[in-house]
């Protein structure tokens, strides 16, 4: 089992950014991929970045094409942890922001992904 426990969401203006973090519970975080996801209201969930567990040498990284060139995702292995660095940031960014762990290298999909954290709210105010 891992548990995951997202932080840094909240209300900011739009051009603005934020990171949010999401920390692992696993003594093996740096074998999974690890993605967010977001979900807005009256819509369903879609993939926004994710990163490729480390055992496979470099991490790689994958983006929706509505956040490519705005979002950065990262890991920190050594604090179980992976971020999302968020900027310029649209009010159609404004969702619940998920992070998830997948044993799937290259996971879009929400069903490729086993374990999710509970979610924080991101409101980019227009």
């Known amino acids: 089992q891992v548990q995951l426990v997202e932080s840094g969401g909240g209300l900011v203006q739009a051009g603005g950014s934020l990171r949010l973090s999401c920390t692992a519970s696993?003594?093996?975080?740096?074998?999974?991929?690890m993605g967010w996801f977001r979900q807005a209201p009256g819509k369903e969930r879609e993939f926004v970045a994710a990163?490729?567990?480390?055992?496979?040498?470099?991490?790689?990284?994958y983006y929706a094409d509505p956040v490519k060139g705005r979002f950065t995702i990262s890991r920190d292995n050594a604090k179980n942890t992976v971020y999302l660095q968020m900027s310029s940031l649209k009010a159609e960014d404004t969702a619940v922001y998920y992070c998830?762990?997948?044993?799937?290298?290259?996971?879009?999909?929400?069903?490729?992904?086993?374990?999710w954290g509970q979610g924080t709210q991101v409101t980019v105010s227009s």
């Open positions: 990163i490729s567990r480390s055992e496979w040498t470099v991490s790689s990284t």
């Open positions: 998830a762990a997948s044993n799937v290298r290259t996971g879009r999909r929400p069903a490729d992904y086993s374990y």
């Open positions: 696993s003594r093996t975080f740096s074998s999974y991929t």
